[in-house]
């Protein structure tokens, strides 16, 4: 299996919330859940200096999957206050139709129904309001 070691730096963060944890675990009465500025450390650590989740659960002792849901599927604060009109979104590309039917009938009662294959050209959606709209 090909391993990444860490650097120094993330060598140091890594240890400096074992010791938050330490220390916690030393003086928590009972099963208490873990507070929140210890969840926020943890997430620093994947989102900030790029560890593993499978490296920081093992280094701090917790839960594989509640550590993943904890970080992984909230998005850090910064991420958060992202303004969403700069966001990208890829949209799947609308799926081609064979065969179209367009049936209308405006308010003086004339049908009209059209049929062709592929998409609809902007031509025939002007005939379609021209339709609609002018009575003769």
């Not at 391993?3 to 003086?27: C, D, G, V």
């Not at 009465?29 to 900030?48: N, Q, S, V, Y």
Request: one cysteine or more; glycine letters at 2%.
């Amino acid at each position: 299996m090909n391993k990444t070691k860490l650097t120094k730096q993330q060598r140091t963060a890594l240890e400096e919330a074992r010791e938050l944890f330490s220390a916690w675990r030393e003086t928590r009465a009972g099963r208490t859940r873990i507070p929140d500025d210890l969840w926020k450390a943890t997430a620093d650590l994947f989102h900030t200096w790029g560890i593993s989740v499978n490296t920081i659960a093992r280094s701090l002792r917790l839960n594989y999957s509640t550590l993943k849901t904890k970080i992984i599927d909230k998005p850090p604060a910064a991420i958060k206050s992202i303004d969403a009109a700069s966001m990208f979104i890829e949209l799947a590309p609308p799926q081609v139709c064979t065969d179209n039917v367009i049936e209308m009938e405006n308010q003086s009662g004339l049908k009209m129904r059209m049929c062709f294959r592929g998409r609809a050209d902007p031509a025939v959606i002007r005939l379609a309001r021209y339709f609609l709209e002018n009575q003769p």
